[in-house]
């Protein structure tokens, strides 16, 4: 029996917008770009969506200030073959809003990622253990300068900063109790427990 080879193809930025242009891709599916692979997103929960709107809730102010924008699980361009669509993201005003081209890494003040990571999930190794590895060297290698992983599950807030090659150099726990803060806007403090519920 003859061995057979499996060859990936590996997808562009521009490809990715082109299947859906075509319809082979819908705004209903659930996926992302990622490393030229189109990869499906877990479907978000009731959990999930509440921590992503206490979220809002708490830098709404921010953006009527005119400090940020506000950007909710839309996509960030991170280079030829990625295209992720984290659940917010704090960008630097445009007057545009972005309109003429999504955001870039050098847009991105904050970007957050919410998981709820079931037990089940956990045994399975599944899409919230993707975003903790694979994803956050993906943005660490794009000079994404803050990311915030908040997980539901273990009821904590990790704070990633000082973006490299190989990663977040710097990463921080916050658990109930404690407060966090964006780098890029030191003043606005949160509690924990304001944004895991």
Known sequence: MMAVQLVRRSFTVEEYHRMAQAGILSEDDRVELIDGEI????????RHAGAVKRLLDKFINLQAAGKVL?????????GEHSEPQP?????RPRPDFYASSHPGPQD?????EVEDLSAAEAQAGTSARYDREAKLLLLARAAIP?????????????VHRQPSPQGYQEVQHA????RVAPSALPDVFLPVEAILG
């Not at 990869?39 to 009731?46: D, E, N, R, V």
């Not at 659940?87 to 960008?91: G, H």
């Not at 991105?108 to 957050?112: D, G, M, Q, S, T």
């Open 175 to 178: 658990r109930r109790g404690e």
């Open 39 to 46: 990869l499906k997103m877990a479907p978000i929960g009731s």
């Open 146 to 158: 803050e990311v915030w992983l908040i997980d539901l599950s273990e009821e904590r807030i990790e």
């Open 70 to 78: 506000l950007s909710v699980q839309d996509p960030v361009r991170l």
């Open 87 to 91: 659940d917010l993201m704090l960008l």
């Open 108 to 112: 991105v003040l904050l970007l957050v």
